[in-house]
């Protein structure tokens, strides 16, 4: 049997759901990833980086009935693992098992790939990468810290060069405040509610209010949740409408002044008032959120939804310890915020190299002098590779203009001699031609 | 039940086999990580990032036994799926695939998490970091790349600041020849012969030559073997006296000639003659590779085995396409090699953070400022973070101690007053008075 006959016909393509990048777009999705993690590591996070299997009781001790549908879950000898589906959990179970090794309050960073067996659609992804911030204290947390994260994430997008963008703010603890104000308790009716609450931008809001009926509210009750969450304004004035509400509930009264505290930080941050804002209709699907909660859009491409949102949670890993440990978060999805700013054309591929210069010489006799040149321009931080293959000097040339290189530098037989360098600017076309220690300044 | 009681007894730690680091430690097995990425961009290798889990029959397409065993292997749906065991093969899929979109010569690094379900022992691990670098060429690739791989290492090596080590290179087909000339023909005999080389620094001479004769091999026949794995020196020595053989097998002579043209080359890269060696008993266990071979070695620490391992192989993915993929690449085991350093004491852990400042607030009217303070710093390009919870000014500093942070600025009554700020190294202890203009200096 010949090689050919031997190779059994395998699919090659990437599975569905799951993403591969061509090189010029992997160099800026990368590049995406490392502006964020400078931003995280300028506030002086940490990073972290547990192990993608986790035993499965510990991702399932509190996943919900999608989570488990969800989950690639496999055994390997007595095992039975599953692969992360989100990096709130490893972090859970990791801080729970370092208690008496962190310094608390703890400010981690997680960069890393979960997993969710999803049935394959536009913008959703079986492997996808997720960029989380948490900040966890032991017993307390203070409110800055939530308003912290919002200046970390108004720091990402400026560095991101991402158009306008708005972080919509809200205290979780007044809805639930209200529903118990108004009769509706805590529970699977409560729970129903903020779900329909929560998708309020998606539906006109007739069809939310006769959710809410239907739910099985009275009028006047349904209709104060939509006077609520329907009000709108500057920050300033949604925290004077909500106190002169005048409710005297308890997690109500709690929620304002954890808001009015939040808010009240942010304008230290140096947070203009145009790229933040309070929207008393975030809740958050889900429910271990217990106060603060953030979603963050784009102005101009609302369709986007959320691109990074988050929250502050009472107690990060009670299922794994008795020691309470409040929290506050924010998570990117990074591969999908990628996709969606490719497909809206917000960010633009460039070349498919980090190579600054491809230096070619003519033929193998020139070889040596390329890669002094290639030495030499590393040494003074400039990413280049040479040319070694053989052949036309115009398929090397073409090498060059499909790798999207900027600058080539051509060494033939008059170079060497010379001990000059032909270079070559492959934008404009122009020519010079320059000594070695004349090379860097075509570079700045 | 109280929550308490609820608790589930739930194992938080670490599973064998997998690796999770505090922070001091992940800090600077990132910065490891940084470099060598930053090695490899600087001599223009293109990242790529393929999915962790891939079709089962791609994966075990062409993989032995021993692989088979260790795989994670799992189904979803109907899709059978396993776990990648190395970041070779994904390598190979995802050129089979990409080969009209991509420019050849190819050169790609590839840092990610491979899964080998092995029965845990020191140094092994079920999940740890490969870091990749492979050039491919289509039909063809130049020498002078088997060259360069060997610059890259040095360099990556050299920017690591780990102890002297020797890059020792072989080429397969010396050997393979050698057997064929001296009537061991290819096949099973020959890969015995291969793999009993492959440990013979490990074995006495004579039982690694006993071995020999029980495979069948006459007593000549084993002394020939015995005597060319043997040959020592330097370079231009042992590549005299592999020629005085004058042995004319093919494969023999075409192997001679190709570790000339390497050797060769190697000058220009500017390595000196003491990091790197030949050594004609480097074989490399896997039998992809037709051409190079090389392994790495810290000198002084030789019981830590290869750092850094690879070779040529004549076509990457026969499995996978038709078309001839010649390539070469080495791959360093990360997360072996840093708990190697790490125990055998040559990284050192420093701080736990990434911060070079923490600003500490007296009380929270102070909180402004510190915030203000911490915003100037980080567009300096100073990563820091702010103390913002409450309680006994000891206990701050005493978070600063734990956190290993080096500077400590303090912003109590008379510094907000005076617009001044204090800052205390906290190695030296010493204490000074500065404006918020004046600050950056304490940081050059």
Not at 136 to 160: H, M, P, Q, T, Y
Not at 228 to 237: P, R, T
Not at 268 to 295: M, N, Q
Not at 338 to 343: A, H, R
């Given at each position: 049997?010949?090689?050919?006959?031997?190779?059994?016909?395998?699919?090659?393509?990437?599975?569905?759901?799951?993403?591969?990048?061509?090189?010029?777009?992997?160099?800026?999705?990368?590049?995406?990833k490392d502006t964020i993690r400078a931003v995280y590591e300028s506030f002086g996070f940490v990073p972290l980086d547990t192990p993608t299997i986790e035993r499965s009781e510990i991702l399932l001790a509190k996943a919900g009935g999608e989570t488990e549908k969800q989950i690639y879950r496999f055994t390997k000898?007595?095992?039975?693992?599953?692969?992360?589906?989100?990096?709130?959990?490893?972090?859970?179970?990791?801080?729970?098992?370092?208690?008496?090794?962190?310094?608390?309050?703890?400010?981690?960073?997680?960069?890393?790939?979960?997993?969710?067996?999803?049935?394959?659609?536009?913008?959703?992804?079986?492997?996808?990468?997720?960029?989380?911030?948490?900040?966890?204290?032991?017993?307390?947390?203070?409110?800055?810290?939530?308003?912290?994260?919002?200046?970390?994430?108004?720091?990402?997008?400026?560095?991101?060069?991402?158009?306008?963008?708005?972080?919509?703010?809200?205290?979780?603890?007044?809805?639930?405040?209200?529903?118990?104000?108004?009769?509706?308790?805590?529970?699977?009716?409560?729970?129903?509610?903020?779900?329909?609450?929560?998708?309020?931008?998606?539906?006109?809001?007739?069809?939310?209010?006769?959710?809410?009926?239907?739910?099985?509210?009275?009028?006047?009750?349904?209709?104060?949740?939509?006077?609520?969450?329907?009000?709108?304004?500057?920050?300033?004035?949604?925290?004077?409408?909500?106190?002169?509400?005048?409710?005297?509930?308890?997690?109500?009264?709690?929620?304002?002044?954890?808001?009015?505290?939040?808010?009240?930080?942010?304008?230290?941050?140096?947070?203009?008032?145009?790229?933040?804002?309070?929207?008393?209709?975030?809740?958050?699907?889900?429910?271990?959120?217990?106060?603060?909660?953030?979603?963050?859009?784009?102005?101009?491409?609302?369709?986007?939804?959320?691109?990074?949102?988050?929250?502050?949670?009472?107690?990060?890993?009670?299922?794994?310890?008795?020691?309470?440990?409040?929290?506050?978060?924010?998570?990117?999805?990074?591969?999908?915020?990628?996709?969606?700013?490719?497909?809206?054309?917000?960010?633009?591929?460039?070349?498919?190299?980090?190579?600054?210069?491809?230096?070619?010489?003519?033929?193998?006799?020139?070889?040596?002098?390329?890669?002094?040149?290639?030495?030499?321009?590393?040494?003074?931080?400039?990413?280049?590779?040479?040319?070694?293959?053989?052949?036309?000097?115009?398929?090397?040339?073409?090498?060059?203009?499909?790798?999207?290189?900027?600058?080539?530098?051509?060494?033939?037989?008059?170079?060497?001699?010379?001990?000059?360098?032909?270079?070559?600017?492959?934008?404009?076309?122009?020519?010079?031609?320059?000594?070695?220690?004349e090379l860097t300044r075509v570079f700045d």
């Amino acid at each position: 049997m010949s090689k050919q006959e031997n190779k059994p016909n395998l699919p090659t393509s990437v599975m569905t759901g799951f993403v591969e990048l061509l090189p010029a777009e992997q160099l800026l999705f990368n590049q995406l990833k490392d502006t964020i993690r400078a931003v995280y590591e300028s506030f002086g996070f940490v990073p972290l980086d547990t192990p993608t299997i986790e035993r499965s009781e510990i991702l399932l001790a509190k996943a919900g009935g999608e989570t488990e549908k969800q989950i690639y879950r496999f055994t390997k000898g007595d095992n039975d693992l599953s692969l992360r589906f989100d990096l709130t959990v490893p972090l859970a179970r990791y801080v729970s098992d370092h208690l008496n090794d962190l310094v608390f309050p703890a400010r981690f960073y997680h960069i890393g790939k979960v997993y969710r067996g999803e049935r394959p659609q536009k913008g959703r992804f079986r492997e996808f990468y997720q960029c989380d911030i948490d900040i966890i204290g032991r017993e307390s947390l203070g409110l800055a810290n939530d308003a912290e994260l919002i200046a970390v994430i108004a720091e990402v997008f400026k560095r991101l060069n991402l158009p306008k963008f708005i972080v919509r703010i809200n205290n979780r603890k007044l809805i639930i405040g209200l529903l118990e104000e108004i009769g509706v308790s805590a529970g699977e009716q409560a729970v129903e509610v903020m779900r329909i609450i929560d998708k309020i931008e998606k539906i006109p809001l007739t069809e939310t209010k006769e959710s809410l009926l239907s739910l099985g509210l009275k009028e006047d009750v349904a209709q104060k949740v939509m006077d609520f969450v329907s009000i709108k304004g500057k920050a300033v004035d949604i925290l004077r409408a909500i106190s002169q509400l005048n409710i005297k509930n308890e997690n109500f009264v709690k929620g304002l002044s954890e808001l009015q505290e939040v808010v009240a930080h942010l304008s230290a941050f140096g947070l203009p008032e145009d790229i933040y804002g309070l929207d008393l209709s975030i809740v958050r699907g889900l429910d271990y959120y217990t106060g603060t909660v953030y979603e963050t859009k784009l102005v101009d491409y609302p369709n986007l939804g959320s691109i990074c949102s988050g929250g502050r949670y009472e107690n990060l890993a009670q299922n794994y310890t008795t020691q309470k440990l409040p929290g506050v978060g924010i998570s990117i999805g990074l591969t999908r915020l990628f996709s969606q700013l490719k497909e809206a054309g917000l960010i633009k591929v460039g070349g498919a190299t980090p190579s600054r210069a491809l230096i070619i010489p003519f033929d193998d006799r020139m070889a040596p002098r390329a890669i002094e040149v290639s030495r030499y321009l590393r040494q003074q931080g400039i990413n280049n590779e040479v040319y070694f293959e053989e052949g036309k000097f115009k398929d090397k040339l073409s090498y060059a203009n499909k790798l999207g290189v900027n600058k080539v530098i051509i060494i033939g037989e008059d170079e060497l001699e010379a001990k000059s360098l032909t270079v070559k600017d492959m934008k404009s076309g122009e020519q010079q031609t320059l000594e070695l220690d004349e090379l860097t300044r075509v570079f700045d």
